[in-house]
């Protein structure tokens, strides 16, 4: 059972904002929000992970709201470099598993000059 | 430091050989997750061990995907007569946690076709 829907693309021109979000109405109690950013013939990385509220590290915000229902992954003044694909995962800090580590088909970011 | 490496990179196969992936997680990370990921889609994950226990083997497709970590640290996922369908990256990451939901570094992959 998917967890997460997230857009099938989307494109942005350099030196814009992107926001990317990701809907999980089911999300548990329990659930955390992780993003992972994935280039080509590489593995995913991670970029962010949130539970409530708002989260920022160097490369990214993360906004979640009250009802934690949806996410928005906000990649400031993105590159050409930033041309991925992007993952929204919603899991238990402490299962695995096909239906608690889902990453879909994720959101694919094309960066336009 | 070094990262999670995998070998092969790449691997082709004729259909009903058997091949082993190794994966090298980060030195020390308790944690190391398999996933498959075909082309065009998300990582699926397979199986999960904390050191050298297995503790979740429900990803795996079927009894011909066995995977190992008998020192808790490398790991090797085999598969047994390989088919068509089994092509696919087969990606290995590492955690230095037991929270599985903690940040995994990810290796390269390796590609697998069967022909």
């Known amino acids: 059972l998917a967890k997460t829907t997230q857009p099938i693309s989307m494109d942005s021109y350099e030196g814009q904002e992107v926001n990317i979000t990701c809907s999980h109405n089911?999300?548990?109690?329990?659930?955390?929000i992780t993003w992972y950013q994935q280039f080509p013939s590489q593995g995913p990385r991670f970029i962010i992970q949130g539970y409530k509220t708002k989260v920022t590290n160097e490369v990214a915000s993360l906004f979640i709201p009250a009802d934690r229902k949806s996410s928005t992954l906000s990649l400031p003044r993105v590159s050409l470099s930033d041309t991925a694909v992007y993952y929204c995962l919603v899991g238990d800090m402490y299962q695995t598993g096909a239906n608690n580590l889902f990453f879909g088909t994720g959101t694919r970011l094309t960066v336009i000059p | 430091g070094a990262g999670v490496s995998q070998s092969p990179r790449y691997k082709v196969a004729k259909r009903g050989q058997d091949v082993a992936l190794r994966c090298d997680p980060i030195s020390g990370h308790v944690s190391l997750f398999w996933y498959q990921q075909a082309l065009g889609q998300g990582p699926e994950f397979l199986t999960y061990?904390?050191?050298?226990?297995?503790?979740?083997k429900s990803g795996l497709p079927s009894d011909r995907f066995f995977a190992e970590r008998p020192e808790g640290s490398v790991s090797t996922l085999k598969i047994q007569r390989t088919q068509q369908e089994d092509s696919a990256v087969y990606l290995c990451?590492?955690?230095?946690?037991?929270?599985?939901?903690?940040?995994?570094?990810f290796g390269p992959g390796t590609r697998l076709t069967v022909l």
């Open positions: 089911n999300i548990a109690t329990n659930d955390y």
């Open positions: 990451a590492s955690s230095p946690g037991t929270a599985t939901y903690n940040e995994q570094f």
């Open positions: 061990f904390q050191n050298e226990a297995q503790l979740d």
